[in-house]
């Protein structure tokens, strides 16, 4: 019986030990995998609201559903920790007239003010 209990109890914690490193790898493995998807996703969207946001404040305009666009990219980026950089175009393009008569508007008054 002493037999029993000393080597099956000494098997026991090395399975316990075993296990217990097994399920502390596998959540670290995890960890670093949902940083490099959480890290990579932030670089899409970087990309896309940067390219989008150059698209917009050089044609002078943004729509509103360019706007709503804008704004399904920018919320998770923000959510997810992104910089300023997108965030200032991101802005600027908010700025931007709706329309391009509206954008003809304004290019006119500020025409009147300098005169």
């Not at 960890?31 to 404040?57: T, V």
């Not at 305009?61 to 175009?89: H, V």
Request: net charge negative; aromatic share 12%.
């Amino acid at each position: 019986m002493d037999f029993i209990v000393k080597y099956w109890v000494q098997e026991l914690f090395a399975l316990v030990i075993a296990a217990v490193t097994w399920v502390w790898k596998t959540g670290d493995a995890r960890k670093r995998e949902n940083m490099i998807i959480k890290e990579g996703m932030l670089a899409l969207l970087h990309d896309r609201l940067f390219k989008a946001c150059s698209f917009y404040i050089s044609q002078g305009w943004c729509s509103i559903e360019g706007r709503q666009n804008l704004e399904c990219l920018f919320k998770p980026y923000s959510d997810l920790g992104g910089d300023g950089t997108a965030e200032s175009l991101y802005h600027k393009c908010m700025e931007l007239p709706i329309s391009l008569e509206e954008k003809g508007d304004r290019d006119h008054n500020e025409q009147k003010e300098e005169r």
